[in-house]
């Protein structure tokens, strides 16, 4: 008989390393040709979703420079502000906005109705960056209390711009009685740039005073050249979806801006002094509502500034509603619930605001049960004597919704009953927080 001797195996250790290597290179081209094929697919998707399956703009042009897109022009005062008259523009994140012709956005809730107005004003968070018209809380608010609520607010704004865009609007309008200023911890950052998404004017402090700096606002562009890597990514709608949610600062800041000193904090705490002068010169209410400290990670840096400003805003005199906790703890509880995707808050989010802040004027200490009566009266400069009062450098008022004439004499069995509430701060354990159930749970589990 003959042996068979079983025919030798070579195992994979002992492959000749050149086959190894050969089959690894041509293994490498298949693979990166199939991510590259699951990467064009996903860009299609994007840009199918954001009905922009042919553009050749560079989807980070408005980071940029937001002046460069639909959504903003260059203003010589403020730096930019919302393109006047647009009619359901498709913005950022796919959102519809209309503005009127002082570029104020409107609340997709037809007619507004009639009465004294509240003035909103703030950033993007105010704006209502991420949602239609009628998702941004002043729309919502309005649909709440039912009297005009003017969203005045502007993507990318520091304290810095909003308070001069407040002065600027409250001096061209004589039907506003209560300004509502919206704070965000980043907007006292802001006001240490003189660039930041375009040119804006600024403040430094000397001899314990606000200057304000680079009025007239130039209209330039960016003043740093982005990285080659970031600028080649700027074309991609699919980049722009990732790097917004996971790297916010390097895809959308740095390299954007230009900074020209390091006393934000002073600079917010002295403009709230401003505000609170002017609105007292006009006999204006100031509501102060601190939102977010930071649409990003739990800063302890960010919570202490804007903690300080707030605190600073009640002893300048200021009404104040501090959500900005409330809202941390519900974004933490229910991130997709409450937060979009850059950081603003959803539609539902906003709602939320809204309702706090309907239910803070409803139970202030300032006003209570009087506030109905104070906006039938035209605002709390009300009426005395059947005529218009205090309306010196501010122009005429409103009665019930309709303008009066200087010196119209209204019928003094028709009215109601009239009261004049003086600005003030508030003594201690005076102030109320009006909240909804969700702040309600989480206050009283220690949030």
Request: charge should be neutral; aromatic fraction near 6%; hydrophobic fraction near 40%.
């Amino acid at each position: 008989m003959k042996n068979n001797p079983k025919t030798p195996t070579i195992s994979a250790n002992e492959r000749p390393r050149w086959k190894t290597v050969l089959f690894s290179a041509a293994l490498l081209p298949v693979s990166l040709a199939v991510v590259a094929a699951i990467v064009v697919v996903l860009e299609i998707a994007v840009r199918l979703d954001r009905g922009a399956l042919f553009s050749t703009e560079k989807v980070g042009a408005r980071q940029v420079n937001v002046t460069r897109g639909a959504m903003a022009v260059h203003d010589p005062d403020l730096g930019h502000v919302p393109t006047p008259n647009l009619r359901g523009v498709k913005a950022a994140y796919g959102a519809t906005v209309t503005t009127d012709a002082a570029g104020v956005r409107q609340n997709g809730l037809g007619s507004p109705p009639p009465g004294v107005a509240i003035l909103a004003v703030g950033d993007s968070f105010t704006f209502g960056l991420e949602v239609d018209d009628d998702g941004s809380w002043p729309a919502q608010l309005e649909r709440r209390v039912q009297r005009p609520v003017l969203n005045a607010g502007v993507f990318g704004y520091g304290l810095d711009q909003i308070v001069l865009r407040a002065e600027q609007l409250v001096v061209t309008r004589d039907d506003v009685d209560l300004v509502i200023l919206a704070v965000f911890g980043d907007d006292i950052d802001r006001c240490e740039y003189s660039y930041r998404f375009a040119s804006k004017p600024y403040f430094k402090i000397r001899d314990g005073r606000l200057e304000l700096r680079n009025v007239p606002v130039p209209d330039g562009h960016t003043p740093v050249q982005l990285a080659s890597l970031r600028s080649a990514l700027e074309y991609s709608h699919l980049a722009d979806v990732l790097l917004t949610r996971v790297a916010p600062n390097w895809w959308l800041i740095e390299g954007r801006e230009r900074h020209e000193h390091e006393r934000g904090d002073e600079v917010a705490s002295l403009l709230l002094e401003r505000w609170s002068g002017f609105a007292r010169r006009r006999d204006l209410r100031t509501l102060y509502v601190a939102l977010l400290a930071s649409a990003g990670s739990d800063s302890s840096e960010d919570t202490a500034r804007l903690g300080a400003l707030t605190n600073h805003a009640k002893r300048v005199g200021l009404e104040v509603l501090d959500l900005s906790r409330p809202l941390w703890e519900m974004i933490q509880a229910d991130k997709d619930r409450w937060q979009a995707t850059a950081g603003h808050l959803t539609r539902e989010g906003n709602d939320w605001v809204a309702a706090q802040i309907a239910a803070w004027l409803e139970s202030s200490p300032t006003l209570g049960d009087d506030w109905s009566r104070i906006a039938a009266c035209g605002g709390r400069r009300g009426l005395e004597g059947g005529k218009i009062s205090g309306t010196s450098g501010v122009g005429p008022r409103s009665y019930r919704g309709r303008r009066l004439n200087q010196g119209e004499e209204v019928d003094e069995q028709a009215r109601p009953s009239c009261i004049s509430i003086p600005q003030r701060p508030f003594a201690p354990g005076e102030h109320r927080h009006a909240v909804s159930r969700p702040s309600r749970e989480i206050l009283a589990s220690g949030g």
